[in-house]
């Protein structure tokens, strides 16, 4: 019997560091951010798929749907890592992006390696969402051949709602359970089958990309500026302050005190400032706009 593993890019040994624990402290750090270069470009050459990942998330996300990362160990900790950031920084409902990890949540800081073996739990674990055609799921495993995550994308499309694979193999086994599949095939890690390294680092990178981008596509950008930031501690009150100043003339203690008739909202406290009008009379302008700040500024 042959190892069913060997095929695969992720975990083909690198020439460069066949001779690692040799190298001095120095050499094992050049070579990793050496490897880790050819990250950026193995993303970009998947660039169209994940433009068109993204063009199906923020239409999903416009009319209510939700967006669920599934995944097991380091693939399962990065979805939780991008869900958890939407919140805070595009002030969104936490059920709008969510994760979901073989093992559970404690499966976060404790690894539980065998539970991504089981195709059922995958579906199981996703049928608790109750998942709509509305619904996006992305499932993302290095290796492309996880059970758990295929089993989540094999209940997705029964339910008709729009799939999406990430992984870092060509012709990945989870592409086929995929409406859009996305394989960042990023080469052999410096340490080999060690997918926490540059796999990652690639899955991160999409992530990042996929949330961002789709959240400018429903408003919560303006320019380049967090308008929609929840400003729920000093740091973010501070940096919802300087988004004031950065789009009006307003001083620091003008932004300061418009903010806070604006209840802590920086979307309503620029229309405030930009169109000298009431917090009430702001809101309203953003609701006739869908939410979107540069139209409500725009309105005549």
């Avoid at 990942?53 to 900790?77: E, M, N, P």
């Avoid at 499309?157 to 060509?170: E, F």
């Amino acid at each position: 019997m042959t190892n069913s593993l060997t095929f695969l890019t992720t975990e083909q040994r690198n020439e460069r560091t066949k001779n690692m624990d040799e190298m001095t402290t120095s050499e094992i750090l050049k070579v990793m951010n050496e490897e880790d270069h050819k990250v950026a470009e193995a993303v970009k050459r998947v660039l169209p798929a994940i433009t068109k990942a993204v063009d199906h998330i923020s239409a999903s996300l416009k009319k209510g749907g939700r967006l669920f990362y599934v995944g097991a160990g380091t693939s399962g900790r990065l979805g939780i890592l991008d869900a958890s950031e939407c919140p805070p920084t595009f002030q969104v409902d936490p059920d709008m992006v969510q994760a979901v990890m073989a093992g559970g949540g404690s499966a976060f800081t404790k690894a539980k390696e065998n539970s991504e073996d089981d195709a059922a739990q995958g579906e199981t674990d996703l049928k608790t969402k109750k998942l709509t055609s509305d619904d996006i799921v992305v499932g993302i495993t290095a290796s492309g051949r996880t059970p758990y995550p295929i089993g989540a994308l094999r209940h997705a499309r029964s339910v008709g709602a729009y799939t999406i694979s990430l992984s870092c193999n060509h012709r990945s086994e989870i592409s086929d359970y995929a409406d859009c599949p996305i394989e960042v095939v990023v080469g052999p890690e410096v340490l080999t089958g060690s997918t926490r390294l540059k796999a990652a680092t690639a899955h991160k990178m999409v992530l990042n990309m996929m949330s961002t981008t789709a959240m400018v596509k429903l408003g919560k950008v303006y320019e380049n500026l967090m308008v929609d930031v929840h400003a729920s501690n000093h740091k973010l009150r501070e940096r919802a302050k300087s988004i004031l100043m950065e789009c009006t003339s307003a001083t620091y203690e003008e932004a300061e005190d418009t903010l806070k008739r604006a209840k802590l909202q920086v979307k309503p406290a620029i229309v405030m400032l930009k169109r000298s009008v009431s917090y009430e009379e702001a809101k309203q302008m953003l609701q006739a706009n869908e939410s979107n700040l540069r139209k409500a500024m725009d309105e005549s």
